[in-house]
């Protein structure tokens, strides 16, 4: 599958952004993950086994919101009161090889990838 994020940019802190991702088609499961300037790659949200449960980052757990559209085999992400931290290119995944927790934090798990985009956040 094919996915196709959107919605990033550049706001102050404080501020809110709502991130969209497409897919081409339907998908497992989808999720966000996140990778700032000379940092791994680290684990935003995403929907468990079957949709039915969420997992959040502790770094954004109250302040982001992950939801989907199936109709439209779309995940959004929420970010509200946005800070410096939250700096870097966002990426949607997709199709998870893997049923168990530590998998849907894992972005090793993941077979389709969205180009990232850009959320810059000023102090």
């Known amino acids: 599958v094919q996915l196709q994020a959107s919605g990033g940019g550049l706001v102050q802190a404080g501020a809110s952004l709502r991130l969209s991702c497409a897919a081409s088609?339907?998908?497992?499961?989808m999720g966000w993950f996140r990778q700032a300037p000379g940092k791994e790659r680290e684990f935003v949200a995403t929907f468990g086994p079957n949709t039915r449960r969420i997992y959040y980052a502790g770094s954004v757990k109250g302040r982001f919101t992950i939801s989907r559209d199936n109709a439209k085999n779309t995940v959004y992400l929420q970010m509200n009161s946005l800070e410096p931290e939250d700096t870097a290119v966002y990426y949607c995944?997709?199709?998870?090889?893997?049923?168990?927790?530590?998998?849907?934090?894992?972005?090793?798990?993941?077979?389709?990838w969205g180009q990232g985009t850009q959320v810059t956040v000023s102090s």
């Open positions: 995944a997709a199709d998870i090889r893997c049923s168990i927790y530590t998998c849907y934090v894992d972005g090793q798990y993941y077979d389709s």
């Open positions: 088609g339907g998908t497992s499961t």
